[in-house]
């Protein structure tokens, strides 16, 4: 992350009956786009990681950004709708080294 800048790790929910895992990994991809560009063009975010969770209909995505309200321009700019978004805290992933 740029230093200087301030950044939360949020996860934001999404739940869409009726939708395959095709369209889950579309949705999914359309939010990394939007987050990739808004970083491009200067904004503080950054797209992590989505799961998406086909039994459920749904899939999380984790992003990092300086503020929730950047995090909701992702997703206007998506064209995709987020059920809930809640700051989380992320631990190491399986098989680092300390």
């Known amino acids: 992350m740029t230093s ?5 790790t949020y996860l934001v929910e999404h739940y869409q009956p ?3 895992a095709e369209e ?10 939007a987050a990739l560009a808004l970083e491009h063009a200067g904004q503080p975010t950054r797209f992590v990681s989505s799961t998406i969770v086909p039994a459920d209909e749904s899939f999380l995505c984790l992003l ?6 950047l995090v ?14 809640s700051i989380a ?3 190491a992933r399986g ?3 300390p």
Do not use: F, M, P
């Open 4 to 8: 200087g800048r301030s950044w939360s």
């Open 18 to 20: 009726g939708v395959t």
């Open 24 to 33: 889950l990994e579309r949705s999914a991809t359309a939010v990394r786009d």
């Open 64 to 69: 990092q950004a300086s503020s929730e309200r």
């Open 72 to 85: 909701r321009e992702t997703y206007a700019h998506a064209g995709i709708a987020c059920d809930r978004i």
């Open 89 to 91: 805290i992320t631990t």
């Open 95 to 97: 098989g680092e080294q």
